[in-house]
Nanobody, 124 residues
């Protein structure tokens, strides 16, 4: 069992920045990839970014590439630095963990554990 806790959401003006954190506990050694997804009101949950714990390889959706940066510490926390935020980035942001290898990091159903989410609101 891997437990995930997100923090760092809030209200920010367009063009501003936020840094989200995802801290894992429990059987963290079993986690291979951690990803961030977001879900806007009335929409599907969508992939944002992911990072591999083995080699640090990263993946980004096209809408956030060059604005968001995913990183990890040496232990159990993954960060999502969000710069130049836009109103369309408003959503609940979830982190998720995979425990298998060679899975598509951009596909929601390939993740085994999910956090409760943190709200990000960007005002225009």
């Amino acid at each position: 069992q891997v437990r995930l806790a997100e923090s760092g959401g809030g209200l920010v003006q367009a063009g501003g920045s936020l840094r989200l954190s995802c801290t894992a506990s429990g059987r963290t050694f079993s986690s291979t990839t951690t990803g961030w997804f977001h879900q806007a009101a009335g929409k599907e949950r969508e992939f944002v970014a992911a990072i591999s714990w083995s080699d640090g390889a990263t993946h980004y959706s096209g809408s956030v590439k060059d604005r968001f940066t995913i990183s990890r510490d040496a232990k159990n926390t993954v960060y999502l630095q969000m710069n130049n935020l836009k109103p369309e980035d408003t959503a609940i942001y979830y982190c998720a963990a995979q425990t298998g290898s060679n899975r598509d990091a951009t596909v929601r159903r390939k993740y085994d554990y999910w956090g409760q989410g943190t709200q990000v609101t960007v005002s225009s």
